[in-house]
């Protein structure tokens, strides 16, 4: 009987601590870095590993988020840039993911969870608001991006990745440019 109570109490005490545990949501651009770090010898090819990771990321984001933009706005120029950007993005993810294959580089499955909460925000806006917020947050994004961009074009030594930023960069900029451009026509 003690040890029936016992062994009961054991199991109870182990199934509480594994339900405290519960899921933990795992950003998959952490957990390819993660593996990343593991796979590559020199700082120099784990940072362009990192690169190509957020880059992936970053870009599966900003298809969804153009998605999104393509349905819920009314406005002819959000939606055509929202539609340019589909295509543009889902350019670079196939051309990443061909790199990452021959370099055997981890990349991710999704957005980064932020990006998952910027969308999340965007998707409550009325409609009223949806276009202004949407531009605004799709120009911060290609700052940052082309910012990214020119940073490791300078640092890396693979020229086959300098080579692709250096073709990809003017898309970016001309994204940045027709984005700026719609922001100021909505404010008017």
């Given at each position: 009987?003690?040890?029936?109570?016992?062994?009961?109490?054991?199991?109870?005490?182990?199934?509480?601590?594994?339900?405290?545990?519960?899921?933990?949501k795992?950003?998959?651009?952490?957990?390819?870095?993660?593996?990343?770090?593991?796979?590559?010898?020199?700082?120099?090819?784990?940072?362009?590993?990192?690169?190509?990771?957020?880059?992936?990321?970053?870009?599966?984001?900003?298809?969804?988020?153009?998605?999104?933009?393509?349905?819920?706005?009314?406005?002819?120029?959000?939606?055509?840039?929202?539609?340019?950007?589909?295509?543009?993005?889902?350019?670079?993810?196939?051309?990443?993911?061909?790199?990452?294959?021959?370099?055997?580089?981890?990349?991710?499955?999704?957005?980064?969870?932020?990006?998952?909460e910027?969308?999340?925000?965007?998707?409550?806006q009325?409609?009223?608001?949806?276009?202004?917020?949407?531009?605004?947050?799709?120009?911060?994004?290609?700052?940052?991006?082309?910012?990214?961009?020119?940073?490791?074009?300078?640092?890396?030594?693979?020229?086959?990745?300098?080579?692709?930023?250096?073709?990809?960069?003017?898309?970016?900029?001309?994204h940045?440019?027709?984005?700026?451009?719609?922001?100021?026509?909505?404010?008017?």
């Amino acid at each position: 009987m003690k040890r029936t109570t016992l062994n009961f109490f054991a199991v109870l005490a182990f199934g509480i601590a594994l339900s405290a545990c519960g899921p933990k949501k795992t950003d998959s651009t952490e957990t390819a870095k993660s593996e990343n770090e593991e796979k590559f010898d020199t700082k120099a090819s784990e940072k362009d590993a990192d690169f190509v990771a957020n880059t992936v990321a970053g870009n599966y984001a900003e298809i969804k988020m153009a998605e999104m933009a393509k349905t819920r706005s009314s406005n002819t120029e959000v939606q055509a840039i929202a539609a340019m950007l589909v295509d543009d993005h889902t350019k670079v993810v196939t051309e990443l993911k061909e790199f990452a294959t021959q370099r055997g580089i981890s990349i991710p499955l999704e957005e980064k969870e932020e990006a998952k909460e910027k969308m999340n925000d965007l998707s409550k806006q009325d409609a009223k608001d949806f276009d202004k917020k949407w531009c605004k947050t799709m120009v911060e994004k290609h700052e940052k991006t082309i910012k990214d961009f020119e940073s490791t074009y300078d640092k890396t030594e693979d020229t086959t990745l300098k080579e692709w930023i250096n073709q990809t960069l003017p898309s970016l900029r001309t994204h940045l440019d027709k984005l700026n451009t719609c922001e100021k026509n909505l404010k008017s």
